[in-house]
């Protein structure tokens, strides 16, 4: 029964599209399991910088009139202000203020931002869809695989910021600074490491992948205002998953490992389960986190160690 | 091998009077609601190696934590080369010359060696200066060179305390505070810590405040030493009359 | 005016669901974006049980519940040990899930959800109209309304808040936290359970869209409005964000269409969420605040208290201090000989990698007396109470406390046998009065068992009374009776020591473990306190402290144990202990090295 629907075909295409989505999956991940590991902010409005970068590109190619390369990359930079801007003037006041309830409280004002934001986008550009144009869109086969031209660059781009992010992480002394933030953020404070810059250097780190994301998937989709919410808690679940403590490749690898399993498990369920299989698999996965041993889950997330777990 | 540059910036005197690399006056300083430290002044002098002794929770780390600017000093002032200081950023004063190696988690233990030592030079931008103190630590604890590409927190607890030295000493400092260096290590290997820093301070000219409660150990190398209780200064010698002493059971 | 008594129906709808997130989120600190989610079991069940099988509406619904709360219950069980932001990642993947599967079942209306629930009918009333609602919806929400106030303002509510603020803490003073974790999650999500089947009868409607996660993020929002821990401020949230759309249609200032004002309200929200944390992280109202004693002029007690006013003493009955003199050394050593055995430890051992905390350790602590444990640090000191008390579990090794063995229990089940610690760090819950810490600490409360609150509930009320003026004799003992209605968060360390000491004292256990009773306070009354550890030995208790300040323990100690490297190296009085060449050079090193 279970062998009949496997095919070759329907296997290397499955592949493909998983390794397609699993770079979305995996860059988002990297970027929020970069800001969740160095500050431990639970960043629920990730979601929102996703859209916005998403909706500053289109007005600024369809309404201001740029050409679509640099409205991309403005539209970007534009939302990597507005993660910084959380980090400076919401995030970081609230943990000066709220102590020992920080995290709590970071967190409502996370989901407040969220809220807010994708409500004022709905005022402002509408509920419809909206079109990004750029390239012209192609088809590409591969043998028995069929995807198209952006899917192609999208896994590229993926990969090149992963790696380049991962190359900062390992030969620069940046990278190292936030290592160091990471790993023991008093001993990083004591040599005269800046929390505060580095904090802010992670969040526009994060939100510049979560940025890049948006891009490929408006330009190959289209643009909504609830489209940042699904990818998100993908990244959730690949930043979880992985652990904060991976390098950015370990990381970027476990999105591809999820968005393989979704599509594998459509050989064996309808559709409709394949994406509340992957959301079965971090129910499955946080059970027996919680039965396993301290020591595990503190070697995976050492932020943890900085409170009571 | 030229010594062009040394491990320790030789202190600039400012307006050449003071032979105080550090004055603490008046201090006050605590958790929150915690006060820890009440009243408390000290004063190093350049090349000097000073110790702060006393019982646990007698307010020592707190004291130090307050000097590199990590707690709020709530009253009182801190002089760091002439300057006051007291109300300037942790980072700042690192900046300045100030270091400290605290009692617990003093490497950055899931990194590398290499890369724990390239941290501490962090203020340094100068490769060639960065290469020539990385040099200079690797010739004072060779072990650290053998296991450069190790991660720190698989390395023996001896390892890492000389893993952590070298990190203060990577940023070439002129007031090193060290709390409690003898902590869990054997005597051998204290031996051999204590006597690198009497050697950088004698050589150098960096000064040195030193937390501990082996007193013994300390003895060999210090000047002079405050002793804290509860909080509070109750004490100041010089080395010569602490060993005079036919006990410490007092100071504790 | 149709239209208005919608809403209000609503709003009671709401308040239901808000008032049991608050019991979860606001008393317990149990932090869950799912409560719709339990909402979408109540509601699909309902629908499903009366499409498909004809049921009536209120058997329909209450069995909805029922489902609710046995889901509430299975995922109550990872929660248990998983911290804050893996619990909100847990309750989101359960909403997901929940609501996926919802969608995969074509019996349960597929993507569409159910709709087309029939008019819901009690004992054979159509509630045809908005208006018919009012009653039925006003009862349930009253009815759970008065049913999360009793719990939460009972002793079982108490411990919630204790497990919401320091799980260990809670633990240390013997309440079981993981039943009162289980039960909560089992309570509110059957109440949620119960809004669900209220809600789908009303719009006659189950379906995602309903139920989805946005829902979760409005219940959250009404509860974070009304405040923290306060039942009234949910109540009022909900009037608040039910309300706001339809007041912002209707305003006269700027011209709104329907969904304009939708989605306007939702922006304020967002942004009041956000403006709240900034301001007031405790949300609008305070927790323990009342309308009624608000109106009534009373103010709460000194809340900004920062540090100890100067000069400020402990204001103790001195008649309670009356101690004979401690005799000299010798005769304290020898009455502590003579003592019967209370805490017997033998061969005590722990590792941890390659760090040894205690190795072969013996140990034993005489009724009546006070025995010290010094040594230097990374001796291993504080890991032995850890040890004694059930929060580590040691290698190898037995305690016996009267006989009975105490390793592999429990930190809970430890301190109802009778020993119990105070912490370093002291840990007193900042939210809760002091006079409400001391209550924390007396055992066998009839009202901290939930099931007693509801079916005994005069005995329940009668043994809070006793409870509250037992606690007060304690706090009066310590000083501190002038303080008990001011919150653990204003006071200073000092004195938030001394309630720590009223709270383990409440326990009335045997055995009293205290961690550096005399460290971190004002040098003008430390005298006081160490009066007041001496009053306990001679109340019959038995004490061991552990120090660092060698006065102190010559001042207090009957005996005193010196730990080196996780093992007791000597014994004796403080004298004989000093006069050691030996313990010296442990102490301080070697003294002679030229």
């Known amino acids: 029964m279970i062998f009949g629907a496997l095919d070759i075909e329907t296997v290397s295409q499955l592949t493909a599209n998983g390794i397609i989505n699993g770079a979305a999956y995996g860059l988002l991940g990297v970027g929020f399991a970069l800001i969740l590991g160095v500050t431990g902010r639970f960043h629920f409005a990730y979601s929102i910088t996703y859209t916005l970068a998403a909706y500053f590109m289109f007005t600024l190619w369809d309404r201001v009139g740029l050409p679509i390369w640099p409205a991309v990359l403005l539209g970007i930079l534009a939302a990597t202000v507005l993660g910084v801007s959380m980090e400076q003037y919401v995030y970081r006041p609230l943990a000066v203020r709220a102590g020992a309830t920080a995290l709590l409280a970071i967190f409502v004002a996370s989901l407040g931002l969220t809220i807010a934001g994708s409500n004022l986008v709905q005022l402002f550009w509408g509920s419809e869809n909206q079109i990004l144009e750029g390239p012209q869109q192609e088809v590409i086969n591969w043998g028995d695989v069929a995807f198209i031209n952006f899917d192609l660059w999208s896994v590229i781009s993926a990969v090149v910021l992963v790696l380049i992010l991962a190359a900062l992480m390992r030969y620069t002394d940046l990278g190292r600074q936030i290592k160091a933030t990471r790993v023991n953020p008093e001993l990083a404070e004591i040599i005269g490491i800046s929390s505060h810059r580095i904090y802010l250097i992670v969040f526009a780190i994060g939100t510049f992948l979560a940025g890049s994301a948006a891009f490929w998937y408006s330009l190959k989709f289209s643009i909504d205002p609830a489209m940042g919410l699904r990818p998100v808690i993908f990244a959730f679940v690949v930043a979880f998953l992985a652990g904060t403590a991976s390098s950015p490749i370990r990381v970027f690898l476990t999105g591809v490992a999820v968005a393989l399993l979704e599509q594998y498990t459509s050989i064996w369920l309808s559709v409709r389960w394949t994406q509340t299989a992957v959301f079965v698999v971090l129910l499955v996965y946080l059970v027996v986190l919680a039965f396993e041993p301290r020591r595990v889950i503190l070697s995976m997330f050492p932020q943890l160690a900085r409170e009571k777990v | ?252 | 005016m149709e239209i208005w008594i919608n809403y209000l129906d609503q709003v009671l709808i709401f308040v239901v669901f808000a008032v049991s997130l608050n019991l979860l989120l606001g008393y317990a600190g149990q932090v869950s974006v799912a409560h719709a989610a339990f909402g979408a079991i109540g509601g699909y069940a309902m629908g499903y049980l009366v499409i498909e099988h004809g049921w009536n509406y209120i058997p329909a619904v209450l069995l909805g519940a029922l489902a609710a709360m046995i889901v509430g219950t299975v995922v109550a069980l990872p929660a248990l040990r998983l911290s804050v932001e893996f619990l909100i990642l847990l309750t989101l993947a359960v909403s997901l899930v929940t609501i996926g599967i919802f969608t995969t079942f074509p019996v349960l209306g597929g993507t569409y959800g159910l709709i087309g629930i029939p008019q819901a009918q009690i004992f054979g009333y159509e509630l045809a109209e908005p208006r018919d609602w009012i009653l039925p919806l006003l009862i349930a929400a009253v009815i759970i309304y008065l049913l999360c106030r009793r719990m939460g303002e009972s002793a079982y509510g108490r411990v919630l808040k204790g497990l919401r603020e320091d799980p260990d803490a809670t633990r240390s003073l013997g309440k079981n936290v993981f039943a009162y974790k289980v039960s909560v999650f089992a309570v509110t999500s059957a109440m949620a359970g119960l809004a669900g089947g209220l809600y789908s009868g009303y719009l006659q409607l189950a379906t995602p869209g309903v139920y989805s996660f946005d829902t979760s993020l409005k219940i959250f929002a009404i509860v974070i409005f009304g405040g923290i821990a306060n039942l009234m401020g949910s109540v009022l949230g909900a009037f608040v964000v039910v309300l706001t759309e339809p007041i912002l249609e209707r305003q006269p200032f700027i011209d709104l269409d329907a969904r304009d004002a939708s989605l306007i309200q939702l922006v304020i929200y967002g942004l009041l969420l956000v403006v709240l944390m900034m301001l007031r992280p405790q949300g609008l109202l305070p927790e323990g605040f009342s309308i009624w004693r608000w109106l009534k002029g009373e103010r709460r007690a000194g809340t900004r208290v920062e540090m100890e006013a100067e000069g400020w003493v402990p204001d103790i009955d001195p008649a309670s201090l009356v101690v004979t003199p401690g005799g000299s050394e010798e005769a304290r050593e020898r009455e502590w000989h003579e003592a019967p055995v209370v805490l017997e430890v033998r061969g005590l051992s722990k590792r941890f990698g390659g760090i040894v905390a205690a190795q072969e350790l013996d140990m034993d602590l005489h009724r009546g007396t006070i025995t010290a444990l010094v040594g230097p640090n990374g001796a291993g000191k504080t890991t032995v109470f850890n040890l004694l008390t059930g929060f580590i579990r040691p290698d190898a090794g037995s305690v016996r406390l009267n006989g009975t063995e105490l390793v592999g229990k429990s930190p809970e089940q430890v301190a109802r046998l009778g020993l119990v610690r105070s912490f370093q760090d002291v840990r007193i819950v900042p939210r809760l009065s002091c006079l409400q810490n001391v209550m924390l600490g007396v055992q066998d409360q009839t009202g901290e068992h939930m099931g007693k609150l509801f079916y005994a509930p005069r005995k329940s009320d009668a043994d809070e009374r006793r409870t509250r003026e037992r606690a007060m004799e304690w706090l009066q003992f310590v000083g501190m009776a002038e303080f008990a209605d001011v919150p653990g968060a204003a006071l200073s360390f000092g004195q938030s020591k001394l309630v720590a000491l009223a709270r383990v004292l409440a326990t009335e256990a045997d055995v009293l473990l205290l961690d550096e009773p005399a460290s971190g306070i004002d040098t003008k009354w430390v005298d006081t306190m160490l009066d007041l550890v001496e009053a306990v030995k001679h109340q019959g208790r038995t004490v061991c402290i552990v120090e660092h300040n060698l006065h102190v323990v010559g001042r207090l100690a009957d005996h005193t144990y010196f730990m080196e490297l996780g093992m007791i190296t000597a014994q004796g009085t403080i004298a004989e202990l000093t006069s050691s060449e030996r313990l010296a050079e442990a102490y301080f090193g070697t003294s002679t090295r030229a």
């Open chain 2, 1 to 252: 091998m030229e010594h062009v540059d040394s491990l320790v910036t030789r202190a600039t005197s400012g307006n050449g009077e003071s032979p105080d690399m550090l004055v603490v006056d008046g201090l006050f300083t605590g958790y929150g609601r915690k006060q820890v430290v009440f009243d408390v002044s000290l004063r190093v002098g350049r090349g000097e190696i000073v110790a702060l002794l006393g019982h646990n929770g007698s307010g020592k780390s707190t004291t130090i934590r307050s000097i590199l600017g990590l707690l709020p000093a709530q009253r009182g002032t801190i002089h760091y080369q002439d300057r006051n200081v007291t109300s300037l950023s942790s980072s700042h004063r690192v900046k300045d010359g100030m270091a400290m190696i605290p009692s617990e988690r003093f490497v950055f233990a899931d990194l590398t060696v290499l890369d724990n030592l390239l941290l501490g030079a962090g203020k340094e931008n100068d490769d060639d200066v960065r290469r020539q103190r990385l040099e200079q630590v690797y010739e004072l604890f060779p072990v650290l060179r053998e296991r450069s590409s190790q991660r720190a927190g698989t390395m023996s607890g001896g390892q890492q305390r000389m893993l952590s030295l070298g990190l203060a000493l990577m940023s070439a400092p002129t007031l090193l505070m060290l709390d409690e260096p003898s902590l869990g290590l054997a005597p051998i290997v204290v031996e051999q810590i204590f006597d690198t820093v009497g050697r950088l301070a004698r050589e150098e000219n960096l000064s040195v405040l030193l937390l501990e409660q082996n007193v013994g150990q300390a003895m060999r190398i210090l000047d002079r030493a405050y002793v804290m209780r509860s909080g509070r200064l109750i004490l100041e010698e010089t080395a010569e009359q602490m060993r005079a002493r036919d006990s410490y059971w007092d100071l504790f």
